[in-house]
C-alpha cells in the first residue's frame, strides 16, 4: 500500500540511526503528494464527484449514500484533536482524496479511535474508488464505481450488495465479507491471512488468492472461477456451471456444489485424501464426466478431501 509503504521505509530508517522505543513504535507518519492542497476538519460540497480517494490509518471507514445533493466527510474521535490530526481533503477536479492525518503528522496519541464517514448522493455513479487502509475496519453500503479497489493491511473489510465493473480488494491481514451485485468484468480477491466471505449474482472473470484462512464463495453465474488456497477449506456453490473453474488448494478440503443438471469434465487430483461425489459420472482415464461433460473443472489438492455435493 502506497502510504503504508512510506511509514516503514522511514521506520527502517530511523531504526537503523536511533533505538526503537515503544514511543517511536507508536507513531504514525502520513506523508503525501500535494499536501499544501488539502485543508483540516469536516467536509462538504455540491460539486459532482467522479472518483473517491480514501486512505485511512485506524479506526473505521464508512462510505454509504444519503438522501442530500452533498458529498460530505464527517469525522468523530473519542479524544480532542488538533488541527494537524483531523481528517484532511482535497477537491481536485473530480476527484475527492481523503487522508487521515495532516501530511507528514506523528499521530501518536494513545486510545485515540477516529470514524470517518462519507455520504454521497443516492445518483453517484464513481468511475474509481480507492481505499487504501493499514488497520481500520471498512464497510462500503451499495456503492457503485466502474473500479473498486479496496487496500487493507489489517482491519475487516465489508462491501454490501457494492456494483463494479473490476474489484481488486487485497487484505494482508482481515477478514472480507463481500457482496457483489449486478454484472461484473472481473473480480480479484487476495488475502494474505484472513476468511473470505464472497457472494456475487454476475461475474465474467473471479480469482481468489488466499495463504492461510477459509473461502466461502456462492455464485450465482461465472464465465471462469480460479481459487488457490495454501492453507485452509474452500467451499464453492455454484447457480450456474462456469465454463472453466480451476479450484488448487495445499492444505484443506474442497467442497463445490452444483447444479443438478450440470454438465462437466472433471480432472481431480487429490494427493493424500478422499473424493466423493454426490453426482453419478463415467471415468475415463484420469478425468470424470458428469453428464454432457461440457464445462472444465479442474481440482487439486496436495492435503485434503475434495466433495462434490448438488445444490439444493
Known amino acids: 500500500m502506497k502510504t503504508n509503504a512510506k511509514i516503514m521505509t522511514a521506520l527502517t530508517a530511523a531504526s537503523m540511526i536511533f533505538p526503537l522505543t515503544s514511543c517511536v513504535l507508536s507513531y504514525n507518519v502520513n506523508v503525501y503528494d500535494h499536501a499544501g492542497s488539502y485543508t483540516a476538519g469536516d467536509f462538504e460540497t455540491t460539486d459532482e464527484i467522479t472518483d473517491l480517494d480514501i486512505d485511512w490509518s485506524s479506526g473505521t471507514v464508512d462510505v454509504s449514500y444519503h438522501d442530500k445533493d452533498t458529498v460530505s466527510v464527517t469525522e468523530t474521535c473519542n479524544v480532542e484533536l488538533k488541527e494537524a490530526q483531523q481528517v484532511h481533503t482535497w477537491l481536485d477536479g473530480k476527484t475527492l482524496h481523503i487522508r487521515f492525518c495532516k501530511s507528514g503528522e506523528n499521530f501518536n496519541l494513545d486510545n485515540a479511535e477516529k470514524k470517518l464517514e462519507v455520504k454521497l448522493p443516492k445518483n453517484t455513479e464513481l468511475k474509481s ?6 488497520s481500520a475496519g471498512s464497510h462500503f453500503d451499495s456503492i457503485y464505481a466502474e473500479n473498486f479497489s479496496v487496500d487493507t493491511s489489517s482491519g475487516a473489510a465489508q462491501l454490501d450488495n457494492c456494483s463494479a465493473d473490476i474489484f481488486d480488494i487485497d487484505a494482508s491481514s482481515g477478514n472480507i465479507y463481500f457482496t457483489q451485485t449486478g454484472v461484473s468484468s472481473k473480480i480479484n480477491v487476495d488475502t494474505s491471512s484472513g476468511s473470505l466471505s464472497l457472494t456475487a ?90 453428464g454432457s461433460g461440457d464445462s472444465k473443472l479442474d481440482i487439486d489438492t496436495s492435503s485434503g478431501d475434495v466433495t462434490i455435493k448438488v445444490a439444493e
Not at 474508488?129 to 493499514?134: E, Q, V
Not at 471462469?224 to 495454501?230: L, V
Not at 485452509?232 to 484443506?252: F, H, K, N, Q, Y
Request: hydrophobic share 35%; proline share 2%; net charge negative.
Open 129 to 134: 474508488l480507492s481505499y487504501d487502509g493499514s
Open 201 to 290: 449474482d454476475t461475474v465474467a472473470e473471479l480469482n481468489t488468492d488466499s495463504s492461510s484462512g477459509k473461502m466461502e464463495l456462492d455464485i450465482a453465474s461465472a464465465d471462469r472461477i480460479t481459487t488457490e488456497c495454501s492453507s485452509g477449506d474452500v467451499e464453492l456453490r455454484l447457480g450456474a456451471m462456469p465454463s472453466e473453474t480451476i479450484m488448487d488448494a495445499s492444505s484443506g478440503d474442497i467442497t463445490l456444489w452444483i447444479p443438478k443438471d450440470a454438465g462437466f469434465t472433471a480432472e481431480v487430483d487429490t494427493a493424500s485424501g478422499s473424493f466423493d461425489s454426490e453426482v453419478a459420472f463415467t471415468k475415463k482415464g484420469d478425468t470424470y464426466v458428469f
